[in-house]
């Protein structure tokens, strides 16, 4: 058999189909594997057995688990957990949240106070998250984490968020992500360069000293964000030797150029998830 470079996590994209229709969605840019067919909506089984067969190729021993909305698969998550010893469900939080038991962390995409998220994530999108994670039963056993991408549009409202989340819902702690643009991305979403982006990521850095607990990310990650220190990380990244991504293709998972798919500007890129292993690992 081939000898396969081994992960220790994989992504997987189990359905392309989605409920929102957020403004800065990277999975259903152009040029990504993302159409929605009969053929890749394969049954639970099937699907099963390929994430088993891709398991034994590449060796990954945790999962995020992503769409779409992945809960709109809640046949293959249910089954999928229970495969691997830790799993992330990367939601949009709209759905009802099963109890998957304990060795599944909840990621609850929020990009801002109501107002805010509900102009980048759709109207209504911010009530149905806080109903939902206020009527989760009292035995539910999942880590519930939410995490919140950054971009021009909201980086003035943060603490309000900050604030919002931790008075009105059981949600433990937030990870502050950055917009990752795309290739000559236009949007307003996006900083023009990472000088520009220093001023976000600074208040982040404040808000790391104002609620240590709360804000998820270290604070050595936050910082290599800065324009000072992020190119040689992005230049070299290190999510793409830790987390192999498989998004769905029009039959089965095809692997893009890195977990945010394949139109991607590294130079700007604000993954937390970046800069959060670059700070455990020796690479700059
Ligand atoms: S919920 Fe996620 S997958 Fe769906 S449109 Fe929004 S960002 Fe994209
Ligand atoms: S865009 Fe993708 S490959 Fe580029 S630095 Fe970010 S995560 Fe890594």
Redesign the pocket.
Known sequence: MAKYVQYPIALFNVTNRCNLKCKHCFVFRDGNPNEITTQNEKSAEEMIKDIKDLRDLYGFERVLWMGGEPLLRRDVLESGVKLFPNSTIATNGTLPLPNFGKSVIWSISVDGPEEINDEIRGSGSFKRIIENLNSLPENFEGDLQAICVISKKNEDAIEELICSLQTNTPIRGLILSFY?PKNQDTSDFTWKNLEERDKAVQMALKLKEKYPEYILNNENGLKLMLSKSAPP??AN????KIIIPFYLGKTSFEIP????GND???DL?G?W??FHTASFLNTI
């Open positions: 990752v990380i992005t990244c290190p999510l793409k150029f890195c977990c945010y991607v500007n590294c890129c993954s998830a970046v």
